[in-house]
């Protein structure tokens, strides 16, 4: 890249699935792995941003000039966001938020014979993007993700205007070479105007690129509410 479209804006990025602890030795997750968020977070820096990445438990090596904070559940990153959105121009939640966690954490490793464990009692986490809706300053530019198996342009149509989003990035996780733990991906851009970019199955780190530029260009542009 020869120039740097994102001199001069804080990126926070998060990434990876979440973990919801049940007792010492298990816990529920998704399938995600981190791959979109970390070439978001290591495109973003080569654009000239400087990049926070907040990053769910999974198995990848730091990035170059990139600030890497490891969380677990989704508390905890709301936790990390919502300390470093104050400081941050552009956010880009990536990350797969276990939408429940079990109601009550055991200690001890439960048996096979507990109750709690045949009938585990969920309670719901913190919507990490809405809250962002509430607390942003204006000019922060907010990108939400969503992965559907089905009614994908529903779904992204109402993400989009539910969390307050000015861009929402679609993946099929369905569709062969995109979504979960591939190293390509395919998606689409949507608009609070309606419109809609269909970007070309690619590597994630071309699919990165695109996505940050379409953010760096939307920014320009933003109307300040
Ligand atoms: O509602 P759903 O989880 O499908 O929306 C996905 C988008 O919302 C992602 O950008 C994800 O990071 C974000 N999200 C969140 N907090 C949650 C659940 C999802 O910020 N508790």
Request: proline letters at 6%; one cysteine or more.
């Amino acid at each position: 890249l020869t120039d740097k479209p994102l001199l001069g804006e804080h990126v926070l990025v998060t990434a990876g699935p979440t973990r919801e602890r049940i007792d010492p030795v298990r816990y529920l997750t998704n399938d995600s792995t981190g791959t979109m968020g970390y070439a978001l977070a290591q495109m973003a820096w080569r654009m000239g941003a400087q990049v926070t990445l907040i990053s769910g438990p999974v198995d990848k090596p730091p990035l170059m000039g990139v600030e890497r904070i490891f969380v677990t559940s989704a508390a905890e990153m709301y936790n990390a966001v919502m300390s470093h959105l104050p400081m941050s121009t552009i956010v880009i939640k990536a990350a797969a938020v276990a939408d429940y966690r079990p109601e009550f954490e055991s200690d001890k490793k439960l048996k096979k014979q507990d109750d709690a464990l045949l009938h585990l009692t969920l309670a719901q986490n913190p919507d990490i993007l809405k809250a962002i809706k509430e607390r942003r300053n204006a000019a922060c530019f907010v990108v939400g993700f969503a992965a559907e198996t089905h009614n994908p342009d529903y779904y992204a149509r109402k993400k989009l205007e539910e969390k307050g989003l000015d861009l929402l990035v679609l993946n099929d996780v369905l569709e062969p070479g995109a979504g979960f733990g591939t190293t390509t991906n395919r998606v689409s851009l949507y608009y609070p105007d309606g419109s809609v970019q269909q970007l070309p199955l690619a590597p994630k780190l071309d699919v990165a690129r695109d996505i940050l530029l379409a953010i760096a260009e939307q920014k320009k542009g933003k109307v300040i509410r």
